[in-house]
């Protein structure tokens, strides 16, 4: 089993849209949690962490369920522009060694 | 401000050759990181420098060396390419452990 797990897609989605993704990861030693986001072809680039008691900024809202051991990736009103890749990161202990990245989940927003 | 640079963006190796490739950030971050990108795989890490003087293996290792010049300077060594060293090669720093800036990346392969 994979430490942390997303559903690598595609999301195909209307403009408009609201569209979630989930990730799980295995270690329950885990405690920090974030997304990152990836366009085609360029590096990965922070797009939000993820609190405790959730958070939002903007169109997105990610949650955190450390009894179940997911966290999630809301976005709201779908831009053409946020099609990309979204890679779920959650590290270990706090050590910066122990930054694992899922694989990345394609959103393709249409228009 | 140029956050990661790399060099170079592209090179195209046969197999046994050798190449350096270069990471250079100007936040005055102290850790600095290789990672490799493959299909399916997600970013992994290949070796990280917490701190200027210091380098320590990642997850995956073998065949790469490393050399952390100075606080600014994190370069990435191949000393005989393999086919399977094909990927896309991200640097990337911090300064508190948590968020990671990514350089542009280099994209290697080895024929």
């Known amino acids: 089993r994979k430490e942390v797990e997303q559903d690598p897609g595609p999301f195909n989605v209307p403009e408009g849209a609201t569209v979630a993704f989930n990730c799980t990861y295995s270690?329950?030693?885990?405690?920090?949690f974030f997304w990152y986001r990836q366009d085609c072809r360029k590096e990965p680039k922070l797009l939000m962490s993820?609190?405790?008691s959730g958070n939002e900024d903007g169109r997105f809202t990610a949650q955190l369920n450390r009894a179940s051991q997911y966290i999630s990736l809301l976005i709201r009103d779908s831009k053409l522009s946020d099609s990309a890749t979204y890679l779920c990161?959650?590290?270990?202990?706090?050590?910066?060694?122990?930054?694992?990245f899922g694989t990345g989940t394609l959103l393709a927003v249409q228009p | 401000n140029a956050g990661v640079t790399q060099t170079p963006k592209f090179q195209v190796l046969k197999t046994g050759q050798s190449m350096t490739l270069q990471c250079a950030q100007d936040?005055?971050?102290?850790?600095m990181y290789w990672y490799r990108q493959d299909p399916g795989m997600g970013l992994r890490l290949i070796y990280y420098?917490?701190?200027?003087?210091?380098?320590d293996k990642g997850e995956v290792p073998n065949g790469y060396n490393v050399s952390r010049l100075n606080k600014r300077e994190f370069s990435l060594r191949l000393e005989s390419a393999a086919p399977s060293q094909t990927s896309v090669y991200f640097c990337?720093?911090?300064?508190?452990?948590?968020?990671?800036?990514f350089g542009p990346g280099t994209r290697l392969l080895v024929l």
């Open positions: 936040m005055n971050h102290n850790s």
């Open positions: 270690n329950s030693a885990s405690q920090s």
């Open positions: 420098s917490a701190s200027e003087g210091t380098t």
């Open positions: 990161v959650v590290i270990y202990g706090g050590a910066t060694n122990k930054l694992i």
């Open positions: 993820v609190y405790s």
């Open positions: 990337a720093s911090d300064r508190s452990g948590e968020t990671q800036y």
